[in-house]
């Protein structure tokens, strides 16, 4: 099956711009999650989506962070206006169906780096 | 709230010596428990997991995990590691629920030729 596909690989932008990243889970998977990961420290999950309604969002910056899930497959990460400390990675992955024993499948991420 | 705790944030090893990886959870209901492991730019990829039943769960690239509710550590082992080992490897717990995934800050694997 193919993995998970994010875009772009890499983005480099100065502060105060906006990005958007973009995601195609794995077909069928009901499940897709966005995880910050800065340099030296574990993912962070910034939001959680079950088909296309929000399960978890609690941890997403939401004045300058959003996301959408189109349709229950596609999704997309916007930051607007970036700010220099969200330089990191955001992977996105996905899992067949929301439930604790259900692994994350993840894509290879997307690297910003914000001057 | 569920955490996860990776007690060395780098590990060098010699190649073809064993390797054991630290993790402790805590959490205040059942949890399921992941190690993944990420390559230089590339994103994670699951090695193993324990659901339930058997304690010791088994891996890809020969990697096995132990399951201690007592102790609520879930570390990770490989009796002889390779070059290719070398990776960052993290320690990860489920709720069960809404299967918020909780992740630690990661050891880095270094093997030594």
């Known amino acids: 099956e193919a993995g998970v596909a994010q875009s772009p690989r890499y983005k480099i932008i100065e502060k105060r711009q906006s990005v958007a990243f973009w995601c195609n889970p794995i077909?069928?998977?009901?499940?897709l999650y966005w995880y910050q990961q800065i340099l030296g420290q574990g993912p962070k999950l910034l939001i959680q989506?079950?088909?296309?309604?929000?399960?978890?969002d609690s941890q997403l910056p939401k004045d300058r962070f959003s996301a959408e899930r189109l349709k229950g497959v596609d999704s997309t990460l916007k930051i607007q206006p970036a700010k220099l400390e969200d330089s990191a990675v955001y992977l996105c992955?996905?899992?067949?169906?929301?439930?604790?024993?259900?692994?994350?499948?993840f894509g290879n991420g997307t690297r910003l780096t914000v001057t | 709230a569920q955490s996860v705790t990776q007690l060395d944030s780098q590990v060098p090893v010699f190649e073809e010596a064993p390797v054991e990886l630290r993790c402790n959870y805590s959490?205040?209901?059942?949890?399921?428990l992941f190690w993944y492991v990420q390559y230089p730019n590339q994103g994670l990829q699951l090695l193993l997991k324990?659901?339930?039943?058997?304690?010791l769960v088994k891996g890809i690239n020969g990697f096995e995990a132990e399951f201690n509710k007592s102790q609520t550590s879930f570390h990770l082992r490989k009796p002889s590691v390779h070059i290719s080992d070398t990776a960052e490897y993290f320690c990860?717990?489920?709720?069960?629920?809404?299967?918020?995934?909780?992740f630690g800050i990661g050891t880095k694997l270094q093997v030594i030729p």
């Open positions: 992955a996905s899992s067949r169906r929301t439930g604790g024993n259900s692994p994350l499948h």
């Open positions: 959490s205040s209901v059942s949890v399921y």
């Open positions: 990860a717990v489920s709720d069960g629920g809404y299967q918020k995934v909780t």
């Open positions: 989506f079950q088909n296309n309604g929000v399960v978890d």
């Open positions: 077909s069928g998977h009901a499940t």
């Open positions: 324990y659901l339930s039943g058997s304690t």
